[in-house]
């Protein structure tokens, strides 16, 4: 049974960004008080072309923060009921999203890199990979 986490529990998370006070770049960081949850996952999508779609699932317990880290690109997020479009593209800020949440993201820039805290490590069980599947689960 899912969580009933809807579009208004995605929010966006930003992490601590240090500018070089020399003009030699920016540092952030990811400590546990950060993040909703203890990170049990960390992984990363790249060699995305730019006309490429990824997620297009919903996850049962899973809750995860996405990052931007290089480039930008479209989450669309879905809740059964309502749906939102959000755009990343820094990489200090991450998107929240809790389990039992539809997702696709599409519209990758060139070169970018979507890295991903996750509650629990990968299990194909924990997916909805079939749309109809995750509405009836609602
Ligand atoms: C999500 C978006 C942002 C693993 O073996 N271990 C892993 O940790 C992951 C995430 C995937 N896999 C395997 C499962 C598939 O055979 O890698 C293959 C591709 O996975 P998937 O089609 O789920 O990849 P995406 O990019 O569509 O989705 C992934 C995450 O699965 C998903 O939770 O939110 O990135």
Same mark, same amino acid.
């Given at each position: 049974?899912?969580n009933?986490?809807? $579009?208004n &529990?995605?929010r966006e998370i930003? *992490?601590p960004k240090?500018?070089?006070p020399?003009n030699?770049?920016s540092?952030? %960081?990811?400590?546990?008080?950060?993040i #909703?949850f203890?990170?049990?996952?960390?992984?990363? =999508?790249? &060699? @995305? #072309?730019i /006309?490429g779609?990824? +997620? +297009?699932?919903?996850?049962?317990n899973l809750?995860?923060v996405l %990052?931007a =880290?290089n +480039?930008? %690109?479209?989450i *669309?997020?879905d809740?059964g009921?309502n749906?939102k479009t $959000?755009? =990343?593209?820094? #990489?200090? $800020?991450g =998107?929240f *999203? #809790?389990?039992? *949440?539809w997702?696709?993201?599409k519209?990758?820039?060139k /070169?970018s890199i979507?890295?991903? @805290?996750?509650?629990d $490590?990968?299990k194909?069980? &924990?997916?909805?990979r079939n749309?109809k &599947? %995750?509405i009836?689960s609602?």
């Amino acid at each position: 049974m899912m969580n009933k986490y809807s $579009i208004n &529990d995605v929010r966006e998370i930003t *992490i601590p960004k240090i500018v070089s006070p020399e003009n030699m770049g920016s540092l952030s %960081f990811i400590e546990k008080d950060i993040i #909703p949850f203890s990170i049990k996952r960390v992984y990363y =999508l790249y &060699d @995305v #072309p730019i /006309n490429g779609e990824r +997620g +297009g699932h919903a996850h049962k317990n899973l809750s995860q923060v996405l %990052f931007a =880290l290089n +480039g930008s %690109f479209e989450i *669309i997020i879905d809740d059964g009921n309502n749906k939102k479009t $959000i755009f =990343l593209n820094s #990489p200090n $800020i991450g =998107l929240f *999203i #809790p389990s039992g *949440i539809w997702r696709e993201m599409k519209k990758f820039s060139k /070169n970018s890199i979507c890295m991903v @805290v996750a509650s629990d $490590i990968y299990k194909e069980s &924990d997916y909805y990979r079939n749309y109809k &599947d %995750f509405i009836n689960s609602k």
